[in-house]
């Protein structure tokens, strides 16, 4: 078990980059490159969640390994693997996760809108913006996103486009609390 467990992590740590040089790629998708992932220290954290990140991060590396390995099975690893990551602070390494997502699933509205809450909780609205908009063109109408965007305009001081989408919004879901407040 332990023998098997140890083989799994030597693989794992050559397709997914768990060693220091974290800027090579992994593989490319058509034109575009893959991210190399390099899973952070897990040591302080609580066995069971120590074993979350282990159970996506083995289901991702097993993936990886796969010649023919579906890209949205991929794309789903690396999200799942990502979502740990961001809720776990790693913000840096959860944004490589959703940009392979990303890549491997282009209209998948995950990724863009789980990059928008990244950025954001980076601080970085002009990307957050950038994020939902993509988040957006692949789902008009989600009102999470439609108010998150409409919130980062606020921020922005980009009143008039702010404006624009909360009209829209307001269409959409005309008595919803958080249209109300952002109208106010």
């Given amino acids: 078990m332990r023998r098997r467990m140890m083989s799994g992590l030597v693989a794992a740590s050559v397709l997914l980059g768990c060693g220091p040089s974290s800027d090579t790629p992994t593989s490319t998708v058509g034109e575009q490159t893959l991210l190399r992932v390099v899973l952070p220290d897990l040591s302080g954290m609580h066995g069971s969640v120590q074993e979350q990140f282990r159970e996506a991060h083995e289901s991702l590396t097993a993936l990886e390994s796969g010649r023919r390995a579906d890209p949205r099975e991929r794309s789903d690893a690396y999200g799942q693997l990502g979502k740990l990551l961001m809720a776990a602070e790693y913000l840096d390494v959860a944004e490589r996760c959703f940009r392979n997502a990303q890549l491997l699933a282009t209209d998948d509205f995950r990724w863009p809108y789980y990059l ?30 439609l108010t ?13 486009q702010a404006e624009r989408l909360l009209a829209k919004t307001r269409s959409l879901h005309p008595d919803t609390q958080v249209v109300l407040f952002q109208q106010g």
Avoid: S
């Fill in 116 to 145: 928008g809450h990244l950025f954001e909780k980076k601080g970085d609205l002009a990307k957050t913006a950038e994020y939902f908009e993509q988040a957006l063109q692949i789902r008009p109408a989600d009102f999470a996103a």
């Fill in 148 to 160: 998150w965007l409409v919130q980062t305009y606020i921020d922005l001081g980009q009143l008039e």
